[in-house]
């Protein structure tokens, strides 16, 4: 037997079993199995029930999208109103979801759609919605291919094959000007890239790389740095040089991705749950734990994850993985997944229908549970969260062995070795306990590698062996390679010990959050549900809060951070329930201490207040409180203030609203949305225009956390030029607020008003916790802004 701590599986040989990166792309070190080979159990398997039982099993219920009347996907001439991304992104994960549950509905379904598909394909190879085609528009295409690739392993049906050549061979045929020209198809190359190599690897056609380089070079250029701040481009594009990388073999690709990652995280990631600030996009300076991330990012993140992790080997894409879905994505849904909500935040304390913007970018109930087309692409994108996480619990190796990547309670049944079919049953309360145990099922004895991932978080992992601890030094964000003739009834059990740690976020606030190993922890918020709106068995929610959450936590510091020894933690006794995120269920809880911050409140649109910074002080008496973890909760203050005492404690302020105008009916978020203009007409995204005047005129104004040096303003008018129905306006000014009283700016230079650029004005510095825009519109025409900045 060897045993041995490796940083990743080695990229050396051919697995003679499982599909690999063929030459002259790397030999990548680890390899999905086939759809099938991974089974659920446990709450894992109670997650893929309830989907199957709840939206996704029955969104031809809820969704025009996912039936035949009028849809392009259905006709064989691809005709048809509706035929866009929606329903490839519902099947991607409810074909899935039928093949790992067996469930002969779901899979007959999704077979008459491959059907559809299939039939569908022109002379010239390509497939689908006419409509697309004119408009050289791919992208939905990128989407209907992963679920053709899912139905190949499962059905082992060579149709699939020769289609995909075909189609390859259209998009080779194409100008390249015609290839990816634009839009979402150009940002999610990767997708398309991952499809070519896929049937590369199955066929060793080389035209197949000539054409994979035509799209890496034709997508959006991430080698380079973001090209897109919408949170779910990002999700799928920043891995889009790393996959290139497997044909370049240049590191600057490999690099580049994780660079891309860095930039978003360290930015906008400043918050406990392994997602990022984009409630649509990333805006500069919305980076408070308020901020939500759709569930379409996180689901399309964990996929990222789980490709760079066959990528790479790396077992950081693991770690990243399980952050997402342990601690965001659980709490994206309601229990019974009768229901999402389109953004997510780590610190949420009322879900409510009433429009969030400015503070959210988009205007409209962002927070409610339903099941409706209101978030129309997390509704049927949501499908291949848990089942493609499922898959990739386990992967094969090069060396004919199999690797444990991601942990929950799971079976997988595999070829390793010489050939031996291996039957491994995963018994584990993670990620609420500290072991995972594998039993080995073998028909005779096997000589192969197994593998163990330690995850990035644990310092003091060990290995048992059928009870014998394992000689081996481990470190954290290793493998354990065991290498060893196997035997029936083998055991094999890893320790992972959860260390309970305070993590602080300097960028935010210096705000600090409670982690025990790959779960994070919200204060628990007694929850309200009020259903608004109802269809059938379909119900609308929100959720109110019914008990104080505006808690700081009392820690004692220990050197530039805070020790954990005021954190007791109460691990429940007996089986992890069938669905332990809820916040009745939660197999764990956190007693901590804490102080009410009094002014710490909702703002008037109901969002919670921006963190301020801490330490805070407070006369508050110190309490006992209950943090369970961040996915049991649907309301979570999960970034906390820290209760301090000294010359360092500040008091908690009143602080104005970062956005505020004289009209609130408009598009407010167009003022900072980041968006640089082009054109004074230009409506990529909505401007923001006045409609009637308040008593004190036009005006749009920012607050600040703390108060700011304002020396100058730059405005790009919003002027829609030949529809006339917005100008340029007739004059500006800005004010600042002293006290109470609003006071305009001296020795200011000339008030510029420009067309189809920057519009400026420099004048004697004024330090205040709010500036104003004041606008006098031109006679009987609006106006209105794209972008306004002070420096």
Not at 144 to 166: A, C, H, W
Not at 215 to 220: A, K, L, N, P
Not at 587 to 598: H, S, T, V, Y
Request: hydrophobic share 35%; aromatic share 12%; proline share 7%.
């Amino acid at each position: 037997m060897r045993a041995e701590c490796i940083p990743f599986p080695s990229s050396d040989g051919t697995n003679t079993f499982y599909v690999g990166n063929r030459d002259p792309l790397i030999s990548s070190p680890l390899m999905p199995l086939p759809v099938g080979c991974v089974r659920a159990h446990g709450w894992l398997l109670h997650q893929l029930e309830i989907m199957r039982d709840g939206m996704v099993g029955h969104l031809p219920e809820l969704s025009r999208w996912c039936v035949e009347k009028d849809n392009a996907w259905a006709r064989p001439d691809g005709q048809g109103a509706l035929g866009w991304e929606e329903l490839p992104y519902w099947l991607k994960g409810y074909g899935d979801l039928g093949y790992l549950l067996e469930d002969q509905k779901i899979i007959e379904e999704t077979r008459k759609w491959v059907e559809f598909a299939l039939s569908s394909q022109e002379e010239d190879g390509y497939f689908g919605p006419r409509r697309n085609k004119q408009r050289y528009d791919i992208w939905p295409n990128m989407v209907m291919l992963d679920v053709l690739r899912s139905y190949y392993d499962f059905s082992g049906d060579k149709r699939i094959i020769e289609f995909m050549k075909k189609y390859f061979q259209w998009q080779m045929s194409l100008p390249r000007e015609y290839l990816l020209p634009g839009s979402w198809q150009k940002i999610r190359g990767g997708d398309n890239l991952y499809s070519i190599h896929w049937l590369y690897n199955r066929t060793g056609e080389k035209w197949l790389l000539d054409l994979a380089t035509a799209v890496h070079e034709r997508t959006v250029n991430w080698t380079d740095g973001i090209k897109s701040w919408h949170g779910v481009n990002i999700a799928h594009g920043y891995r889009e040089p790393a996959q290139y990388y497997q044909q370049s073999k240049d590191r600057k690709h490999l690099d580049a991705t994780e660079r891309n990652y860095r930039a978003v995280i360290d930015e906008y990631g400043q918050f406990p749950g392994g997602m990022y600030a984009t409630d649509e996009n990333a805006r500069p300076g919305y980076i408070d734990p308020r901020q939500g991330a759709e569930t379409c990012s996180m689901v399309e993140l964990m996929r990222s994850c789980e490709i760079l992790l066959a990528i790479t080997g790396d077992p950081i894409h693991a770690d990243r993985c399980e952050d997402v879905a342990f601690n965001s994505f659980p709490a994206s849904v309601m229990k019974d997944f009768m229901g999402l909500h389109y953004l997510t935040p780590a610190n949420v304390v009322q879900l409510d229908r009433e429009n969030k913007s400015p503070g959210f970018q988009n205007h409209g109930p962002m927070l409610p549970f339903t099941p409706g087309e209101a978030f129309r692409c997390c509704q049927h994108n949501v499908s291949h969260g848990w089942p493609y996480y499922v898959e990739h619990l386990w992967m094969a190796t090069r060396d004919n062995g199999l690797a444990a990547v991601l942990y929950a309670p799971c079976e997988v049944r595999a070829k390793v070795g010489k050939g031996t079919e291996v039957h491994i049953i995963q018994e584990t309360g993670y990620p609420f306990r500290e072991q995972v145990q594998l039993q080995l099922h073998l028909p005779k004895p096997a000589k192969f590698p197994l593998y163990l991932r330690v995850p990035g978080w644990c310092n003091a992992a060990s290995v048992l062996l059928n009870d014998e601890p394992l000689d081996v030094a481990i470190v954290s964000g290793s493998y354990v390679r065991v290498e060893r003739v196997w035997n029936d009834g083998d055991v094999i059990v890893l320790r992972l010990p959860m260390e309970t740690k305070v993590r602080v976020w300097e960028k935010n606030k210096n705000s600090v959050s409670v982690v025990r190993g790959p779960l994070a922890y919200s204060l628990k918020i007694g929850e309200s549900w009020k259903e608004f709106a109802r269809e059938g068995r379909w119900g609308i929610w929100e959720v109110f809060p019914t008990t104080p959450w505006n808690y700081g936590l009392v820690l004692d510091a220990s050197g530039e951070t805070y020790a954990a020894n005021r954190l007791d933690v109460q691990v429940k006794d007996g089986e992890i329930p069938d669905q332990p995120f809820d916040i009745e269920t939660a197999p764990i809880e956190i007693r901590a201490r804490g102080c009410r911050i009094p002014l710490w409140e909702m703002e008037q649109d109901g969002l919670v207040g921006r963190l301020q910074k801490s330490p805070i002080k407070t006369d508050e008496p110190e309490e006992e409180i209950t943090l369970i973890p961040m996915g049991c909760a649907k309301l979570r203050i999960t970034a906390f203030p820290v209760i301090g005492k000294g010359a360092e404690a500040r008091e908690w302020r009143r602080i104005p609203p970062r956005t505020s105008a004289s009209f609130t009916q408009a598009y407010m978020a167009a003022l900072d949305d980041g968006v640089e203009p082009m054109a004074s007409d230009d409506t990529r995204m909505p401007p923001y225009v006045w409609g009637e005047a308040s008593p004190d005129g036009y005006w749009v104004a920012y607050g600040f956390d703390e108060p700011r040096t304002v020396t100058k303003s730059r405005v790009y008018w919003f002027d829609d030029k030949a529809q006339g129905q917005y100008r340029l306006p007739k004059s500006w000014r800005v004010l600042w607020k002293d006290g109470e009283q609003w006071r305009e700016v001296t020795n200011a230079s000339q008030y510029e008003i420009r067309m189809d650029q920057y519009s400026e004005v420099t004048f004697d510095p004024v330090t205040t916790e709010e500036i104003r825009l004041q606008v006098e519109p031109q006679d009987r025409v609006g106006a209105g802004i794209l972008e306004w900045k002070v420096e």
